[in-house]
């Protein structure tokens, strides 16, 4: 029996091309991962989704456990039916959830009892549990139970969390029934402390992992520690399993995880920038609400090849955001996705060709080059044809 | 120059099978236009609704013009372009809207003033001004600036106000610059008095428009007077004109409505039902909030072929609406818009058949019938396979 199976297709430097083989597709990496946190990645329909190039979403434990219940997706046939999304599904384990969002929280050596933002009423997550619920969903990667240590943290602190985390992640692999193309990953803690992160990437791979996240950063450190902590975790982990960085994150945290040897990503940026009027592109983030857009013909980014950007100006993605339109919140998170899936396959299309580093510089400098000039209104009428065919 | 043209292809009693030519695009009546209130569908994409076999939309003068203004999708390309929906477009007159919306009005001969329900700004809507905008728009089909009697209303205020909405319609046509394959309807009212809207009618007549359209019904009276009503001012209008009957309606209305030679509809109940957890299928009205919906594995309809029937279970789609998910809103919309238009082809093809009675017998009797009784988890594995695939 074989879990999930990586495989490495090109090397850059540190930065790998590879493909994650589950049972439930396979999946090009570097790979981010869309969010579908409660069984829907918000304001996308499956076949949107899709269209963007997304090969693997993830799910929320947490969220899916309160409601609508992991017995109840089990007997509706699992997550990939219950959301209409056939291919591969990442569920992390819940704990990052419990510590934002849950209250009257109590961690122990038995797990965190907490209780549901949403009622009141109490739950327990152990390890077990944990393993149990991703198994109910039908999770195709499942995440061990952990804690995610804020920032900063005293060491001592950070290193009785991460032993704590580790005994846990001992008896998720316990827990964990395995089976072909499914996989449990392992989840690197320590902060930003070289030696403890050392040590828990020896005790994971002591016992073993289909994969190995690196989670607990991305928690408000500057991005050249969280570089620094990336660089030393990599290191220590086995050249043959796929590696996941968790939560990261913006376009130039991409790069710079990619190019340190990362080959799976998820972030809720996109998607919930999507929601409140923020569209990424190649120039940087944008804010629709700017009335600079109100009478801007031009798409969102003139070479952008998304759905979004063949059919839409930006006024009219700044009218529907004033108007507080459901659509706006569709189109953004739609253009977010593909140009987050964009950027994935150029990364991957760059270290094949040995051309990463190229790639990553062109990205800085059209991130510094900022968005476009504003619309002049100069040429509107060639562009877009006279405002009535002649009579 | 012609306006749009009318095709009749066949009639089965007084209902009416037929064709409505514009300069974008081509109409098969009886015809439903979903409502495009500020130039959008809400929350479905251009593309979602053309999928729902959708052949014309609805919008709002009234909206547009307080955001984000008719000078500026003028300058933007018209409204086609602006909301990326190439076919055909009606745009009603904004009167409705600024009876139920607008602050402060005050109606007189020259039309009606009133403050924005968005910023308190004060606008005037004159007959003139109303046909200006939608020109701007660059509206398929134009409507006259008209005031909606509310119900009931005594009879002479209902003869003031339409004799009154009959001038205006005439300086709506001096008002109007017609082209080829665009048209301008006018508007029949006169409350539920048979001898007004004969009156009315014959006024607008005399005039000569390209489309005639019933308004002031479903306004409050029962169903069986509006269809006393609409059968007493269909018989007055030209046949070779369509008749649009404004506002309307529930399934069991467009029946009636059509089976009294009534082409075209338009109505927020599909959308505005879909974002407030309502489905409608061929079993009447369902409230996706229910309990009983939350482990049912089953589809809204069993037997509707539409993208969402044949996804997503009702226990998925009562979990988004419980969880206040976009998606919910987007799915329900989706389905209800997908059942309005096979209703209309239903009409349709009955009519072709000749059998309109027998088709309208049909949809009442599976209303009467209900929804499928409760879910009784009986077959549900056999019927979604097993909850794990074997190891």
């Not at 964990?176 to 996989?183: D, I, K, L, P, S």
């Not at 760059?350 to 209104?377: K, M, Q, T, V, Y």
């Amino acid at each position: 029996m074989t879990g999930v199976r990586f495989e490495l297709l090109a090397e850059d430097g540190a930065a790998r091309r590879g493909r994650l083989h589950t049972a439930h597709g396979t999946i090009e990496t570097p790979a981010f991962m869309p969010v579908g946190t409660a069984a829907t990645v918000k304001a996308m329909t499956p076949a949107m989704l899709r269209q963007t190039g997304a090969e693997i979403v993830l799910a929320n434990t947490y969220h899916l456990m309160l409601r609508p219940g992991a017995e109840r997706i089990a007997r509706l046939g699992g997550l990939h039916r219950f959301m209409a999304w056939p291919g591969p599904i990442l569920t992390d384990s819940g704990g990052y959830q419990v510590m934002s969002l849950a209250e009257r929280r109590t961690l122990d050596e038995a797990g965190v009892t907490f209780a549901s933002h949403l009622d009141g009423r109490r739950h327990q997550l152990t390890p077990e549990r944990a393993v149990e619920i991703q198994d109910l969903l039908d999770a195709t990667v499942t995440m061990v139970l952990d804690e995610c240590t804020p920032y900063p943290i005293a060491p001592d602190a950070a290193a009785a969390s991460m032993r704590r985390s580790m005994r846990w992640a001992e008896r998720s692999r316990a827990a964990y029934r395995a089976r072909a193309g499914y996989g449990l990953f392992g989840i690197v803690q320590g902060s930003v402390f070289p030696e403890l992160r050392a040590e828990s990437a020896e005790a994971l791979v002591a016992v073993g992992f289909d994969g190995y996240a690196i989670g607990g950063l991305a928690v408000g450190e500057p991005q050249a520690l969280m570089f620094a902590v990336l660089e030393a975790t990599v290191s220590t982990l086995p050249a043959d399993r796929p590696r996941y960085l968790m939560g990261v994150g913006k376009p130039e945290d991409l790069a710079g995880a990619v190019a340190r040897g990362v080959d799976l990503f998820d972030c809720v940026l996109p998607t919930r920038s999507g929601r409140t009027a923020q569209a990424w592109t190649r120039f940087g983030p944008l804010n629709l609400r700017n009335a600079r857009h109100a009478d801007d013909p031009r798409p969102l980014d003139p070479d952008c090849a998304c759905p979004v950007c063949a059919a839409h100006a930006r006024a009219y993605l700044h009218h529907l955001v004033k108007a507080g339109e459901i659509l706006g919140a569709m189109l953004l998170t739609w253009h977010n996705l593909c140009y987050y899936q964009a950027l994935m396959a150029g990364f991957r299309a760059a270290i094949e060709r040995g051309a990463l580093a190229a790639f990553a510089a062109r990205l800085e400098r059209e991130r510094a080059g900022g968005d476009l000039a504003p619309w002049s209104g100069q040429g509107l009428r060639a562009r877009s044809g006279l405002t009535r065919p002649p009579d």
